[in-house]
């Protein structure tokens, strides 16, 4: 059996393919690393303080919890743990923008990514136009041994986070507020999201 | 030829990754198993076709194992890996997920998963609760009730995607099989 013998253009396109390849291989092992170079953009703010993102301005208006809350226009949801029902306002600079990515993270760095509506942990935030203000809801699970000094992350993106603004809300929550969460003994109500001037 | 090329080459970007082996071991009703990200105990299975609020079928009935769940996982995780976490081998006439047309392989199929406590649909499994779930299947009607289910667990790996680079739980294994009774549903 004879082997087919490569012309030298044939060799030299392969070494061209392997080098490239393998500086591509250096590259990727030599930059900045994805997770970090992507990170979000994080502003802190407290409770009744509003931050300014790049799509609008959001305020946390309000914190609660329980262990079993009656959504306005949902099923009763019962945790295991407790649920932190988290109210605040957004009001866009950018059309067509909302707040849909959240994430909580706890005292011992446990991380609970929030989903839109329809999951137990959620966000509901209408979109208004620009410069009206939305009054939003998150609710969010959590473990209640590891609550007390969670943050709450708030973003423009469901899906991706990364290179946007976000808010990161210190909940301000205290050993004492999850002890009289965990006691309550009738659902929290949670009204429906709202947009302000809109019944 | 062709392979030892591949091999030599792929190992200048990494090598090839190493498949996952099955290795299952015995699954016990009432005993923890851990099978990454979780830890599950299987407690009972019943049969149905009346899930009350849920759904109703006429067209066969649902089999139902329920089970503790549990993640130790520094994040919450989402629907589908807990769907993919529990599975049913060698059961006939299962549907590929619940009012769906199509009849799979058992194990292929897609459980729904509901919180027993509250019958809401389960979403993300929160790090340090433990959630009694519902695991529902959908057999239809020309099959025999069967007197047992045979339940798998999968565990998964931690790791990064290799198309957007998000790490997420991936490669899921078959790591514990186990048969369950099965009887009816109280009303």
């Known amino acids: ?199 | 030829m062709a392979g030892a090329v591949v091999l030599l080459v792929s190992g200048l970007f990494g090598g090839l990754r190493e498949a996952p082996a099955e290795a299952a071991v015995p699954l016990a009703v009432g005993k923890p198993h851990e099978a990454a990200p979780f830890t599950i105990t299987i407690e009972r299975a019943r049969w149905t076709s009346d899930l009350g609020e849920i759904a109703k079928t006429d067209r066969g009935r649902y089999l139902i194992v329920i089970a503790k769940v549990r993640t130790d996982a520094d994040r919450s995780v989402d629907l589908s890996t807990l769907q993919e976490a529990l599975a049913l081998r060698g059961t006939p006439g299962i549907y590929a997920a619940m009012r769906d047309e199509k009849i799979v392989p058992s194990e292929k199929a897609t459980p729904s998963v509901y919180v027993l406590a509250d019958g809401s649909r389960m979403s993300q499994l929160v790090p340090g609760l433990t959630y009694e779930l519902v695991y529902i299947w959908e057999q239809r009607e020309t099959e025999p009730v069967p007197a047992v289910l045979k339940v798998a667990t999968r565990s998964h790996t931690w790791r990064q995607s290799s198309l957007d680079d998000q790490m997420n739980w991936f490669d899921e294994t078959i790591d514990a099989v186990g048969t369950v009774p099965l009887s009816k549903a109280k009303p």
């Open chain 1, 1 to 199: 059996m004879k082997w087919p013998v490569p012309r030298r253009a044939q060799l030299g396109t392969g070494a061209l393919v392997v080098a490239a390849l393998s500086l591509g291989q250096v590259l990727v092992e030599h930059l900045p690393s994805s997770d970090r170079a992507g990170r979000p953009f994080e502003n802190e703010v407290a409770i009744g303080r509003t931050v300014s993102l790049r799509t609008g301005e959001l305020k946390v208006t309000d914190v609660d919890g329980a262990r079993s809350v009656q959504p306005q226009r949902d099923a009763r949801l019962m945790s295991p743990g407790v649920i932190v029902v988290v109210r605040f306002d957004f009001t866009p600079r950018v059309p067509e923008t909302s707040i849909t990515y959240g994430e909580l993270r706890d005292a011992d760095g446990r991380v609970t990514s929030l989903s839109l509506y329809g999951a137990r942990s959620a966000i509901s935030c209408p979109t208004p136009p620009v410069g009206i203000t939305s009054h939003c809801t998150a609710l969010v699970e959590a473990d209640p041994r590891t609550l007390a000094g969670a943050r709450l992350t708030l973003g423009p993106s469901a899906i991706d986070p990364r290179f946007d603004d976000v808010a990161v809300a210190d909940l301000d929550i205290s050993a004492r507020d999850v002890t009289g969460w965990r006691n309550r003994t009738t659902p929290l109500d949670v009204a429906s999201p709202t947009v302000a001037g809109m019944p």
